[in-house]
């Protein structure tokens, strides 16, 4: 049977990294990224909780292509601070009253989403319609049917869109799926994905089942899913998952723990875990007794080099920031007029699988996954 590829074509990729081709074999991280127009586009940061403020702010202050020019808070006393920090004028600092009026701030070009989950299709698409090119955090929204609205809303504001998927463009990311699509030749027989974190507390918007849409399964899951398709190289046909509440007081109609399994056309089975009161953060794809391992495998500059089977951990030049990579890479795209890696398409395709995962979890059945 002829596989179904995946969406993402590798050699655009690498033309979008700014890579030569014969990096294609080992998808460095180099800085070969060059203009002699340095045009910075302006990004506003909108929501300055933890990811704005550990990740995005400070990778941002490498970024080639864009740079920090406006914030969105709702915060007044953290406004002077991020001002001072990354010298933000006050004409370009708002509020969620003033957030429309983005539209007639012409330094803004891209306004990055980075709310809690329940948040994110409404500013996406009232930011494009505001006439900005957005990136959105993931999961790209609460069901597949916001992703849908949110990539017609682009469509129809004629402005590029990217989910925040910063392993997309992250080197041994690229190395493993580059190998497992060409030394394995895509005949990978077992992906396991994993991903846990003990951050369950009470008033936690991420185990609020109307803020965050399924605790470990939005916020973690998405990483194992997006792992799993892009190392078998297609997307998966069916699920079969199980949850369980490891304390009914804290996690209120939603579950502390998810096991779902992956089947994929091919009989590739990816086995996954993600809970909010254990850890584990790995990936690992295999063939016969060949193997390919990351571990860490998800934490933001966490990943510390690829295992193999020969025994030989192999480390490759990379970014400090995962999201400087991320972020200038969609700059470049909206610079040069060329399609997203990680694009509103991928964030849908995510959802739908996570929509048929809590399906498989109600129903106790395995569930052929619906893409339509
Ligand atoms: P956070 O709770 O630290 O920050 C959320 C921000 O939203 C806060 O500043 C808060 O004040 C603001 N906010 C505005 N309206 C709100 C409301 N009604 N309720 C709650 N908060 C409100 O969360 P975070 O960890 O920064 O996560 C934000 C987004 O970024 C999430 O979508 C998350 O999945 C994503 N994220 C992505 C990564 C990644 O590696 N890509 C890592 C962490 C978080």
């Not at 704005?52 to 920090?68: K, M, N, S, Y």
């Not at 007044?76 to 009026?101: A, L, M, S, V």
């Not at 989403?113 to 698409?125: D, K, Q, R, S």
């Not at 060409?182 to 027989?189: L, M, N, S, T, W």
Request: glycine share 8%.
């Amino acid at each position: 049977m002829k596989k179904k590829r995946h969406s993402i074509d590798r050699r655009e990729m690498v033309k979008q990294l700014g890579l030569g081709s014969a990096s294609l074999a080992l998808f460095p991280f180099t800085s070969s990224l060059n203009f002699s127009d340095p045009k910075k586009l302006g990004v506003a940061l909108v929501g300055l909780g933890n990811y704005a403020t550990r990740q995005l702010g400070p990778a941002l202050r490498h970024t080639q292509f864009c740079e920090l020019k406006g914030i969105v808070t709702g915060t007044p006393e953290k406004k002077p601070k991020w001002q001072k920090e990354y010298g933000i004028e006050d004409r370009h600092c708002y509020n969620y009253e003033t957030f429309d009026q983005l539209a007639n701030d012409p330094a803004i070009d891209i306004v990055y989403i980075v709310l809690p989950n329940f948040m994110h299709a409404e500013y996406t698409i009232r930011a494009l319609k505001a006439g900005k090119h957005v990136i959105c955090e993931k999961p790209m929204g609460m069901n597949a049917q916001e992703c849908k609205d949110m990539i017609s809303a682009a469509r129809k504001a004629n402005k590029k869109l990217q989910i925040g998927y910063r392993l997309f463009y992250e080197p041994h990311h690229l190395k493993l799926m580059e190998t497992s699509q060409q030394a394995f030749e895509g005949r990978i027989k077992l992906i396991e994905a994993s991903l846990a974190f003990d951050m369950a507390r009470p008033g936690l918007w991420r185990i609020d089942k109307k803020m965050g849409g399924g605790g470990a399964l939005m916020d973690l899951g998405i990483y194992t899913i997006q792992a799993a398709r892009r190392a078998a190289g297609s997307n998966p046909v069916s699920v079969f998952a199980q949850a369980y509440i490891d304390d009914p007081e804290l996690y209120k109609g939603i579950y502390g723990t998810y096991v779902y399994q992956l089947r994929f056309a091919d009989n590739t089975v990816c086995n996954s875990t993600v809970s909010f009161s254990a850890y584990s953060d790995r990936l690992h794809v295999s063939r016969g007794n060949e193997y390919l391992e990351l571990q860490p495998a998800f934490a933001a500059n966490q990943i510390s080099g690829l295992d193999t089977w020969n025994g030989e951990k192999e480390t490759l030049e990379h970014a400090e920031f995962q999201q400087t990579v991320q972020m200038d890479a969609f700059a470049k795209n909206i610079l040069e007029d060329t399609p997203v890696i990680a694009s509103g398409e991928e964030g849908l395709i995510d959802m739908q699988i996570i929509d048929a995962i809590k399906k498989s979890i109600d129903s106790k059945k395995s569930v052929v996954i619906d893409y339509s």
